[in-house]
C-alpha cells in the first residue's frame, strides 16, 4: 500500500503532459502510486502515458471511453489503495518536495485533511497564492465551517492574507485527502454538473466530513492558466448545468445543517454563475437566438431561484472580485440592457489590457 494515490485525468493535453508526470515521479516522497486516467483522449496522451508506466513502476494507466474530468477522477479514486489521495491536473505541475511537506503535517497534526497553496502560472509569470494569513490545525467546527464558506466564495475568507482574496479555494489540486475519510463519507465527484464546479463541491464535502483540518503555507502546486482567448466557448447547456450545480448545493447544505449559516457565501457563488452565463450563454456570439430573445430569457432569468434571491438578499461587497460586485448591482435594476453593456465594457477592456500586454 502507497503512501499516497496520486489520480491525474488525462483529456487532449500532449504537449503539458510530460512536465506534469515529471513532476510527480521526481517527488521527494518516493512511496506513491500514481493512476493516470486516460478519458478517451484523442491525441498522443495515451501513449504517452503507457510510455511512462513502462519506465515507472509506481504508474498504473487507466485506459477508458471519454465520460468528463469527474468520472475520470472517480475512476481513480476507485483504483486508489494510498493512505491519502491527492487530485493532479495533467497540464500542470507539483512543487518537488510537495507531498512529502503534505504527508509531513498531515501525520503531526491528525488531520484528515491538508490545505497547501499554489503558485498560478501565466506564460513565464508564476503568483503564489496565499490562502490564509496565519498556519493553523483545528477541529474547531466554527473555523470549518468558515472554510467551507471560503470555498463557496473567497471573499468569505475568515483570515485573509491581503486586501484580496486568493483564487482557487475550491480546487483539489491543493488539498491531501485521507482515502479513508473519502470512502467512508462515500466523497465523489457529482457528475451532474458535467465537470463544472464538481472540484468546489468535492472540497465542500471534504471539509465538512473532516474532523481536523492542517493548513500550512507550503507551496504544492502549479496552476497553468491558459485559454486567453477573449472569446469564449458558447455551452449551450450552461443553464441546465447551473441547475444541477445550485441541487448539489443545495443538497450539500441540507446535509450538514448549512441552509442558514453558508446561505450569504451560496448567494455570492450564484452572481458567479450568472456572470459565466453572459459570456458563455446569453451574449456569447455563438448563441443562435436574437438578440431580443436572448435579452427576453435574460430577463425571466433574473426573476428565477435562485437568482432572484441572490440579486436581491446577497451582498455585492462580498463578490469574488470588483467585476462581480458590479455586475451585482447591475443586476438589482432587472435590465438586460443594462448587462448587455457592463459585459461589452468588461470585453473591451480585456482586450485593451490583452494589446498593452498585461
Known amino acids: 500500500m502507497a503512501k499516497v494515490s496520486i489520480v491525474v485525468p488525462v483529456y487532449k493535453v500532449e504537449r503539458y503532459l ?34 511512462y508506466a513502462a519506465r515507472d513502476s509506481r504508474i498504473q494507466v487507466i485506459h477508458k471511453a471519454n465520460g468528463g474530468v469527474g468520472a475520470a477522477r472517480n475512476d481513480g479514486l476507485a483504483a486508489a489503495t494510498g493512505d491519502w489521495v491527492y487530485f493532479c491536473d495533467s497540464d500542470d505541475w507539483l512543487e518537488t518536495d510537495a507531498l512529502e511537506k503534505m504527508v509531513l503535517l498531515g501525520e503531526k497534526e491528525g488531520a484528515d485533511l491538508v490545505f497547501g497553496e499554489i503558485y498560478q502560472v501565466k506564460g513565464e509569470r508564476r503568483s503564489l497564492q496565499v490562502f490564509y494569513k496565519n498556519e493553523f490545525a483545528t477541529s474547531d467546527r466554527a473555523i470549518i465551517e468558515k472554510m467551507v464558506a471560503a470555498n463557496f466564495c473567497g471573499a468569505y475568507c475568515f483570515d485573509p492574507p491581503g486586501p484580496s ?23 465523489r465527484f457529482d457528475l451532474r454538473v458535467k465537470g463544472i464546479y464538481d472540484d468546489l463541491i ?16 507550503i507551496p504544492v502546486y502549479n496552476y497553468r492558466l491558459l485559454g486567453d482567448s477573449i472569446t469564449r466557448t458558447y455551452k449551450p447547456a450552461l443553464l441546465q448545468i447551473n441547475e444541477a450545480i445550485f441541487q448539489s448545493w443545495e443538497e450539500f447544505m441540507e446535509k450538514y445543517g448549512y441552509q442558514q ?14 456572470d459565466s ?3 458563455l450563454y446569453f451574449f456569447n456570439e455563438k448563441n443562435p437566438e436574437k438578440r431580443s430573445v436572448q435579452r427576453r430569457q435574460l430577463k425571466q432569468l433574473l426573476r428565477s431561484e435562485p437568482y432572484c434571491s441572490a440579486i436581491r438578499l446577497g451582498d455585492p461587497d462580498k463578490s469574488l472580485n470588483r467585476y462581480c460586485r458590479t455586475l451585482h448591482r447591475c443586476a438589482r435594476l432587472g435590465s ?23
Open 18 to 51: 510530460r512536465p506534469c508526470i515529471d513532476s510527480m515521479c521526481a517527488q521527494t516522497l518516493r512511496d506513491l502510486q500514481i493512476i493516470l486516467v486516460d478519458d478517451g483522449s484523442p491525441d498522443d496522451s495515451g501513449r504517452i502515458c503507457d510510455e
Open 165 to 187: 482574496p486568493a483564487l482557487g479555494y475550491g480546487g483539489p489540486w491543493n488539498k491531501l485527502v485521507r482515502r479513508k475519510l473519502l470512502v467512508d463519507n462515500d466523497i
Open 202 to 217: 468535492y472540497s465542500a464535502y471534504v471539509l465538512a466530513a473532516s474532523e481536523r483540518v492542517a493548513y500550512g503555507h
Open 261 to 274: 449559516s453558508l446561505r450569504m457565501p451560496y448567494y455570492s457563488n450564484v452572481i458567479r454563475r450568472l
Open 277 to 279: 452565463l453572459l459570456g
Open 336 to 358: 438586460p440592457w443594462a448587462l448587455w453593456g457592463l459585459y461589452r465594457l468588461n470585453i473591451a477592456k480585456a482586450r485593451w489590457n490583452k494589446r498593452r500586454g498585461k
